[in-house]
């Protein structure tokens, strides 16, 4: 039976040809917030109902996991409105609760849960848990199932160890973060550490090699990967072995990647190899029931520092195109109207970009009203900066009807731009997040409890060993620990083996052996029986019984208490996890908590505003944007001003930031800034003067303005009403609250989590389950 595709009326023309191309290469290339991304979500949800290719065989790329999530819910929804009357004879909106819970779990099981929809490192991560046993590096060491991720990190930590423990050099002239970007770099290039030296001139180059050499032994002794590993791997793995990749490429019918234009070589060495299963691509030919769709925009690319390039895209229908029949030459599909901002945003954004050398003209119509001008405020200082984007906001909130905190953002150049920013917001009492800050998953505590989990999952993870033995203190000295290293690595095994040893305890930890041996002990029960419970209760268990908690709450300090939270706030993401991803297993959150990358703040929520680097802000869209310190030297950075690339690459940085806003942009510079500890004076950027200056006003807005919400937050079922009262206060919240939830029923409080300005509660449904549930968001009445 043919489905008649009611979302395909959500499209324009131009849309619609892309998502209902079938088979073979297609680009799609058009400017910011055409609905690249749309057209990609929705071509997915049209090969599954329209081509029934089994969800098993498509593969999506997106840039952060928090995408992939959108993307996944979106589809679901798509699906929802589009299955329900065959499922139940009924449309969808003329479902009670009980039954759209129905209709979605049966959506998710069969359509959602296959797909392979992730960024490049979660997608290879789990091809790796499959195969990387039959991988082998250029010194023959092997990997098995259970490898641990090091992210960025754990990898400059261990870079860290290895300058100044192992080869005793000065931290200071080899920077570990340095250090790390070049080993990084290399293997980007596809350079072992023999090649790397052999490239190097210096002294220190052969130096940074000797590190990396020493870095890869680490890493394979404690059967892990680092970030760049992750893609590496599997492309070298997919050389190395035919019938692997012929596996893969046999599965993977139907890729999709998004935001190609900041693909790095490897990446695209990996995606070329599944499209073609290794015959040379320009003579590919095999497309029948095949495709390779990529959406991206050039003038987005910002990426290159992490070795992205866009020739990538631009090449792109040489690379795939060569082999086609004649008649089909059509791999290449152009939008050419922008939905998401208003008129004078958007004629700022593609005059400043036509100021770019190195780029293929286009059009990018706006579909929208002209709105009000881009506000321009000259400030005297960060401090007044910050107030008058404080105030600014204070005002829209309480004046228009932007009156979500969930709808601002503040964009800037560098990380260290947030602080006065986050004082005034503090002082002002407003709820924000930072997207990139010191990351959840990089926390002490939280890395603690982490290692905890690894070390159980992976017993050749000596670094997370390490990092538990003696967290909290029981008594097991440097010393004593150095002793079982060294002894370990002269036998060559991981020091897990070493420990299991009560003999060998006994010999080499004198004193503490009784410790050491009370630690092996408790580790080794969860050893034996880890695979038979959930991860949720594994990770509970765990920390009690080392004794972690206890130390922590035995401390009484506010710090020790913040770190409690932060331990249970752990607890509350697993448990969240088992939720999302049915039978998923301890090794598959773990997986996923390496891999939340700085992009994935676990504080996002609309109930805050947003404050992030341009970097992070791609593919994003925001009511209201502050493009703040706008001046030469900071934006665009200084390293930029007498380099015409990166020039060009730092307007399209500030391209990519006027284009997130919808309704109304702000631009502000400070007169004086003090930023690297020393106040200087500060020229305003060159990009501002860019601009047309008939679109810009330096007199601050008044006018009321209005939220137009977008067609999907409109139409979707189950969308999240933008204007609720807000109760995401922990006072509001009681243990024992009754709730009614518009899908779940009714149902009590069991728990309240609070930490910083996310919380969350616990409710255990009288119709079963529990749910963890953000009440400021959630359809959900106090009874
Ligand atoms: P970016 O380059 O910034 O990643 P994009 O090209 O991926 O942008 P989308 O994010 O897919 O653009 O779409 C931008 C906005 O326009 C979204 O709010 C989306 O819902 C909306 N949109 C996309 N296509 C249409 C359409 N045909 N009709 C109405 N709204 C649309
Ligand atoms: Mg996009």
Not at 569 to 579: H, K, R
Not at 666 to 687: D, G, I, K, M, Y
């Amino acid at each position: 039976m043919t489905q008649t595709i009611d979302f395909l009326s959500h499209l324009n023309s131009s849309q619609r040809l892309a998502v209902e191309h079938f088979c073979g290469p297609l680009l799609v290339v058009a400017g910011a917030g055409s609905g690249k991304t749309r057209a990609l979500t929705y071509r997915i949800a049209n090969l599954i109902l329209q081509h029934r290719v089994d969800p098993e065989n498509i593969l999506a790329v997106t840039f952060t996991n928090k995408a992939a999530r959108e993307m996944k819910e979106r589809i679901e929804k798509l699906f929802a409105q589009q299955l329900s009357v065959s499922f139940t004879g009924k449309p969808w909106e003329a479902l009670n609760p009980d039954e759209q819970t129905r209709v979605r779990s049966r959506i998710y099981k069969t359509y959602i849960k296959p797909l392979w929809v992730g960024t490049f490192h979660a997608l290879c991560a789990k091809i790796l848990r499959f195969d990387i046993n039959k991988y082998k590096d250029e010194k023959g060491r092997s990997w098995n199932q259970n490898f641990s991720i090091f992210d960025e990190s754990d990898a400059q930590s261990l870079v860290k160890q290895i300058v100044t423990q192992q080869l005793n050099l000065d931290d200071k002239k080899f920077n570990h973060k340095s250090v790390r970007y070049a080993i990084s770099n290399a293997k980007n290039q596809g350079l072992s550490p023999q090649e790397f030296e052999r490239s190097q001139p210096n002294y220190r180059g052969r130096t940074i090699a000797q590190v990396y050499s020493l870095y890869q032994d680490k890493l394979a002794e404690n059967n892990a990967l680092d970030f760049d590993d992750l893609i590496l791997v599997p492309v070298q793995l997919f050389q190395q072995n035919e019938q692997i990749l012929a596996y893969w490429h046999r599965k993977f019918c139907h890729i999709l990647v998004d935001e190609y234009q900041d693909t790095n070589r490897t990446q695209y060495d990996l995606i070329r190899l599944l499209v073609t299963g290794g015959v040379e691509s320009s003579a590919f030919k095999d497309w029948q029931n095949r495709s390779i769709f990529v959406v991206g925009d050039a003038d987005q690319s910002i990426y290159s520092f992490r070795m992205a390039d866009f020739t990538i895209l631009m090449d792109f229908q040489g690379d795939f195109g060569d082999g086609l029949p004649d008649d089909d030459t059509r791999t290449m599909v152009k939008l050419e109207e922008n939905y998401r901002s208003r008129e004078n945003i958007l004629q700022a954004a593609n005059h400043l970009i036509e100021k770019n050398t190195e780029r293929i003209d286009k059009v990018l119509k706006p579909t929208r009203d002209p709105g009000s001008p881009i506000y321009y405020y000259q400030a005297e200082d960060e401090q007044d900066e910050a107030e008058f984007v404080v105030q600014q906001i204070r005002q829209l909130q309480r004046n228009t009807e932007a009156e979500n905190w969930g709808d601002f953002a503040i964009l800037y150049r560098t990380n260290a731009q947030s602080r006065p920013l986050e004082e005034i917001l503090v002082r002002s009492n407003i709820p924000y997040h930072v997207v990139g800050g010191l990351k959840f998953y990089d926390r002490k505590e939280v890395k603690d409890a982490l290692a905890y989990l690894r070390s159980l999952v992976n017993p050749a993870d000596t670094m997370s060993l390490l990092r538990t033995i003696n967290t909290p203190r029981r008594g097991i000295g440097k010393a004593t620990i150095d002793n079982l290293v060294n002894a370990a690595s002269e036998l060559g095994v991981p020091l897990w083996e070493m420990l299991a040893d009560e003999t060998s305890v006994q010999t080499l930890a004198g004193r503490s052996a009784k410790a050491v041996l009370k630690f092996t002990q408790l580790m080794s029960q969860f050893k034996d029986n880890w695979r038979d419970r959930k991860a949720s209760e594994i990770a509970q268990a765990i920390m009690e019984e080392s004794g972690y908690i206890q130390d922590l709450k035995s401390q009484g300090t506010d710090e020790a208490e913040n770190r409690l939270q932060n331990v249970f706030e752990l607890f509350n993401a697993i448990l969240q996890f088992e939720e999302e991803n049915l039978d998923a297993t301890l090794e598959d959150f773990l997986a996923s908590a390496s891999l939340s990358s700085d992009l994935d703040n676990l504080q996002e929520g609309q109930e805050s505003v947003s404050l992030m680097t341009l970097h992070s802000a791609k593919g994003l869209e925001f009511p209201v944007v502050f493009l703040v310190g706008l001046e030469q030297g900071l934006f665009p950075n200084f390293r930029s001003i007498d380099d015409p690339a990166s020039l060009e690459e730092e307007r399209r940085l500030c391209y990519v930031g006027i284009t997130r806003a919808q309704e109304q942009l702000f631009l502000t510079h400070a007169r004086s800034r003090r930023l690297w500890a020393t106040r200087e004076p500060a020229v305003s950027s060159q990009f501002l003067a860019e601009l047309p200056t008939d679109l810009l006003s330096n007199s601050v807005p008044s006018k009321r303005f209005t939220t137009v919400p977008s067609a999907e937050t409109a139409k979707a079922p189950g969308a999240k009403t933008r204007k609720r009262p807000s109760a995401n206060t922990p006072q509001n919240w009681q243990v024992g609250d009754r709730v009614l939830h518009t899908t779940f029923g009714v149902g009590n409080v069991t728990h309240i989590f609070s930490s910083g300005t996310k919380m969350s509660i616990a409710v255990e449904f009288s119709g079963g389950g529990r749910k963890i549930l953000d009440p400021a968001i959630a359809p959900l009445q106090r009874l």
